[in-house]
């Protein structure tokens, strides 16, 4: 019979135990902890790219939403008075007198019911709107200062020879330069030329100060804002500007 010697049995336990001190607890090797650092990164980084390949994929940001929409250039028109004949809020009378002939569709206005209009004691004006037989005339739509004609007389309408403007009496404008708000009143009689086109508005800022004219027609368009021609003073470089709002 052979006999075991007990120090090759406690070797023999020292090598199981040592051994299992590399195995985890399915038998597997334990692998050492950069190589668990090292995949955790590799996953990230998987994730990452995967959605940016979505992304670039599909041709949106990753929310699905359609990009923004242009503000596109409002229409308005200005109605001065109320169905009562009163005169609507902000405009007020500044300027009372007596008697009136409105004699020809408005030169200003591409408004059909707008006047031109000749006041005894204030001479030519325009635009103008009645009621009745009174008849209000305003400088701007921010103009709350309103000329009141108490009893006017119109002319037949078919038998002027005045064709109404096509172009918008009034103009809000962004500034190319700065993209500040500017207000563009008609500019009547005789104006300069601004490369070969009329100048038709003065802008203005909100303190009234005359900062530049706008000329030509206005450029529309159905997807974008409409534009105009705009030079700023004291500049030579003329620019379209991008227009906010037109009152007719």
Known sequence: M??????????????????GSLRGDRGEARRPW??????WVATVIGGVISAVLATMITGTDGDGGDPPKPRLT???????????????????????LEKGHCMEASLSSTDPAAWQCNAEGAGLVDPCWSHARKVACLRSPWDPDTLMIKEA???????????PSTLPWALEIKAPA???TLRCSWAGGGTSL?????????????????????????AQSKTAPWTVLYLPNNSAEARQAEILTVWY
Not at 153 to 163: D, E, G, I, L, V
């Open 2 to 19: 052979t006999q075991m010697d007990p120090h090759d049995d406690h070797d023999d336990r020292g090598e199981r135990a040592e051994a």
């Open 34 to 39: 950069w190589q668990h650092a090292w995949i």
């Open 74 to 96: 409002a229409e308005r028109n200005v109605l001065p008075f109320t169905d009562q004949g009163e005169l609507r809020p902000p405009f007020e009378t500044s300027l009372e």
């Open 153 to 163: 007389t119109f002319a037949n309408r078919s038998q002027t020879s005045t064709k």
């Open 178 to 180: 700065d993209g500040s």
């Open 194 to 218: 601004i490369a070969g086109k009329r100048v038709n508005w003065r802008c203005m800022k909100d303190d009234d100060t005359v900062v530049g004219d706008a000329a030509g027609d206005v």
